[in-house]
T-cell receptor, first 114, second 111 residues
């Protein structure tokens, strides 16, 4: 049973560029949440997708957007990258039928903005 | 908003018990979690407890919840070198699956 997978593992971008990160949820899971983890900090909630819609959103600007596909996989897009966007981006999946409170995380994508 | 606090560092001798503490502010927190993060890796869900429970035991792990003081702890019995990691406390509210994390406690094992 595959767990949560994310791609790419690492990414280096320049200020002002745009980036797309990808996530495939654990088998049987239908809800995907994205978190940003800055160095030395705990993860911060960005947003959550269920049934291809953004269900809720944390305190992040509109430069951060997402998408969920019919197969439950998800993308996180960040436009106009800033140096402060450098972080580990984590995807978590859960099963709404089971209450969605058990969230399993992927290995993350390390984004460096120069 | 919700705030979750943890001490930053803990050092424990191999074979001893480790106790990692966490406090939170939102009394409506329904689910309380402990995650483990090893260097360069994602988060591993270790265990969680519902707010209507006082204690949960899972092999070497014991979670204690004091709702009155909004205090959560994780005890690791017989701590091993493989337990070296950062441990995150997180909480969520029923109907809102957003996790709010603490800043993490770095556990170091002394041989």
């Amino acid at each position: 049973d595959a767990g949560v997978t994310q791609s790419p593992t690492h990414l280096i971008k320049t200020r002002g560029q745009q980036v797309t990160l990808r996530c495939s949820p654990k088998s049987g899971h239908d809800t995907v949440s994205w978190y940003q983890q800055a160095l030395g900090q705990g993860p911060q909630f960005i947003f959550q997708y269920y049934e291809e819609e953004e269900r809720q959103r944390g305190n992040f600007p509109d430069r951060f957007s997402g998408h969920q596909f019919p197969n439950y996989s998800s993308e996180l897009n960040v436009n106009a990258l800033l140096l402060g966007d450098s972080a580990l981006y984590l995807c978590a999946s859960s099963d709404t039928d089971r209450g969605a409170y058990e969230q399993y995380f992927g290995p993350g994508t390390r984004l460096t903005v120069t | 908003g919700e705030d979750v606090e943890q001490s930053l560092f803990l050092s424990v001798r191999e074979g001893d018990s480790s106790v990692i503490n966490c406090t939170y502010t939102d009394s409506s927190s329904t689910y309380l979690y402990w995650y483990k993060q090893e260097p360069g890796a994602g988060l591993q869900l270790l265990t969680y407890i519902f707010s209507n429970m006082d204690m949960k035991q899972d092999q070497r792990l014991t979670v204690l919840l004091n709702k009155k003081d909004k205090h959560l702890s994780l005890r690791i019995a017989d701590t091993q070198t493989g337990d070296s990691a950062i441990y995150f406390c997180a909480v969520s509210v029923f109907g809102n699956e957003k996790l709010t994390f603490g800043t993490g406690t770095r556990l170091t094992i002394i041989p």
